[in-house]
Each structure stands twice: as C-alpha cells, then as structure tokens.
C-alpha cells in the first residue's frame, strides 16, 4: 500500500539501501519494512511515497532507467514494482511474475 507523505518521516529501523533517480529522486529500504521516496524541491528532499506491502524487511530498491518506476526486494522474498507517480500512471503496484522473475534472474 502506498501513501503520499504529507511531513518528513523517517523508518523506524535500520536503512538498508539508498538509490538516487536520474531525477534525483531519493529512495531509501528498511528493516521496518518499508521503503521511502523522496523528491528534489530546490535544494531539500521532501517526502513523495511510502510503499509498504512487503512482510519482511525491505533489503533492496532500484529505480528504472527512465526513473519512472521503482522496484524493491525484501527478505519475505517477494520483489514488488511501483510507479515512481502513481497519480500519472495507468500502471498499478505489483508483484513481479514467475516469469518477469525468471528473465531478471531472481
């Protein structure tokens, strides 16, 4: 599930992983579960999306070429894909397929 945050928020444990968007975008992974979009306004990071849905902690998160879409892995073993703009995107979130699995190699 994923929420727009409205004030800066942090994880409630450790940071696992932090990944940059070619848009600057920043998202962070955590033990707690969740993983944390932020986005560049001028020169500060303000809150965009927490995605949670995992159930275990979230240890990995990547963005797409075109940053566009992020994608993160936890120790549950599931890999969940999201749309960096939920609002613009006809896309919803997800988890990958067996198949979309196989082709990554995971």
Do not use: C, K, N
Not at 3 to 32: E, F, K, M, N, W
Not at 82 to 96: D, G, I, S
């Amino acid at each position: 599930v994923r929420q727009p945050l409205g004030s800066p928020v942090a994880h409630s444990s450790l940071i696992t992983h932090l990944a940059v968007s070619p848009q600057g975008y920043v998202l962070t992974t955590s033990a707690d579960g969740t993983a944390l979009l932020q986005r560049p306004e001028g020169a500060a990071l303000m809150p965009h999306l927490r995605f949670g849905g995992h159930e275990r902690h979230v240890t990995h998160g990547a963005f797409s070429p075109d940053g566009q879409l992020v994608i993160t892995a936890s120790l549950d073993g599931s890999v969940w894909i999201w749309p960096v703009h939920p609002e613009q995107a006809e896309f919803r979130p997800r988890e990958l397929t067996d198949l979309e699995r196989a082709r990554l190699g995971i």
